[in-house]
């Protein structure tokens, strides 16, 4: 059983910062390709971030490249997504995701989620 819970969400300017952690309650965390998903009021569930076992490999939606980074660290079962460069469209309910299968994996292979964190960015 995957247990996972985020947190580092809250209200920020446009322009800001903010970093999101997700801590894994599982044996084998190295073998869970993450993700983080987004979801706005009103519209569907979106990716934003991968990041394979060890972190070799990472992906992103074209709408955050360049101003989120997704990093792990195996060895606290935790991963981040670090955002800067905050726009109010970015304000929405942040999930983790966790896949047991090779990277890349699709969405439909994230079979663990989260409860969720509220990112609200204010222009």
């Known amino acids: 059983q995957v247990q996972l819970g985020e947190s580092g969400g809250g209200l920020v300017q446009a322009g800001g910062s903010l970093r999101l952690s997700c801590a894994a309650s599982?044996?084998?965390?190295?073998?869970?390709?993450m993700g983080w998903f987004r979801q706005a009021p009103g519209k569907e569930r979106e990716f934003v971030a991968a990041?394979?076992?060890?972190?070799?490999?990472?992906s992103y939606a074209d709408s955050v490249k360049g101003r989120f980074t997704i990093s792990r660290d195996n060895a606290k079962n935790t991963v981040y997504l670090q955002m800067n460069s905050l726009k109010p469209e970015d304000t929405a309910v942040y999930y983790c995701?966790?896949?047991?299968?090779?990277?890349?994996?699709?969405?439909?292979?994230?079979?663990?989620w989260g409860q969720g964190t509220q990112v609200t960015v204010s222009s």
């Open positions: 995701a966790a896949a047991r299968s090779p990277y890349p994996a699709p969405q439909s292979a994230y079979n663990y």
């Open positions: 599982v044996r084998g965390f190295s073998t869970y390709v």
């Open positions: 990041i394979s076992w060890r972190g070799g490999s990472t």
